[in-house]
């Protein structure tokens, strides 16, 4: 049985099929805490890296969600539905005859660096304090503002025919991108350019900033089993996920008051450590000056 005041991350390869919130319960019950959160929702089409964090752990999952990331997906060109991807229903199905792969390619170019994204309307944003795919299912119009995102690689990695109701093409692609950026919408959004229509039909996060599948601790067997794979310490985390000021004894103990400290750090924020122990994130405030925006030493 693990110790349940331990605190890390597990990177977890979420099964198709499951919610992230199914995840955290089960992360719940192997680690025999009730202190488990996640980084970041992925859909229960998707699949791929969910970072989990556990007791203390939970205090970086903001700040690591924001980190960029990296999927494999497959858009299916010629349908469009109502939540941009194959758990729905189609709400057009015009086909895709007529469209190349130089077609597909210009279009994917079109979409790579800064752009401006509607997201899904099922999407798991809030509004007004409701989850707007909350508000779709209960039959509520939901339109979301355009928000800043970039993609910093959109990657085409094959086109071919597909089996359906009307000739479709399904195309492979890698994305690299900020936070917050939706595949879903970037199907959507071509589609609509090529005036087919689109949406996903399979979606994979292979990364979230430093984390990746080569550091996957629980999969779908896992989350059946009963043992809790060893944590992520917070210090392993820190070193993948921030900035690093290694601080004396000194500096560690006003650290442990909140304080601030004369010294500079590079980042907001950067993680403080003192012997392989994760003390705080501080932010830079002036020159040779920093304070803290999380204290997290037990």
């Known amino acids: 049985m693990p110790d349940p005041g331990a605190s890390g991350l597990v990177v977890v390869d979420k099964p198709q099929g499951w919610t992230s919130h199914q995840v955290v ?3 719940r019950r192997l680690y025999g805490t009730r202190k488990v959160g996640h980084g970041g929702t992925l859909d229960p089409m998707a699949t791929g890296v969910l970072l989990v964090g556990v007791n203390r752990a939970t205090r970086l999952l903001g700040y690591l969600a924001g980190h960029d990331k990296s999927y494999l997906a497959t ?6 539905t109502n939540t941009d991807d194959a758990d729905g229903e189609a709400t057009s199905t015009r086909g895709a005859l007529g469209v190349g792969e130089a077609d597909v390619r210009a279009a994917v170019a079109g979409f790579v660096g800064p752009i401006s994204q509607v997201p899904s309307s099922v999407s798991a944003i809030k509004v007004d304090g409701k989850r707007a795919y909350a508000r779709v299912r209960a039959g509520e119009q939901v339109e979301l503002a355009a928000r800043q995102v970039t993609v910093s690689r959109f990657e085409v990695l094959d086109v071919r025919p597909a089996e359906a109701s009307v000739a479709v093409l399904d195309v492979d692609v890698v994305v690299d991108c900020s936070s917050g950026t939706y595949i879903r919408a970037l199907a959507r959004d071509i589609g609509a350019q090529l005036g087919t229509g689109g949406h996903l039909t399979a979606l994979r996060r292979t990364r979230v900033g430093g984390f990746d599948l080569d550091l996957v601790a629980l999969d779908a067997d896992g989350l059946a089993g009963e043992s809790a794979p060893e944590l992520l310490s917070m210090a392993e985390v820190a070193r993948r996920a921030f900035d690093v000021v290694d601080v004396d004894a000194d500096a560690a103990r006003e ?6 400290l004369d010294i500079s750090v590079p980042t907001d924020p950067t993680a403080l450590l003192r012997d392989h122990q994760l ?4 932010r830079p405030d002036g020159p040779a000056h920093a304070v803290p925006v999380a204290v997290l030493a037990g």
């Open 25 to 27: 319960g089960r992360c």
């Open 75 to 80: 858009i299916r060109l010629g349908i469009d």
């Open 255 to 260: 650290v442990s008051f909140g304080r601030a």
């Open 279 to 282: 003390l705080a994130l501080y």
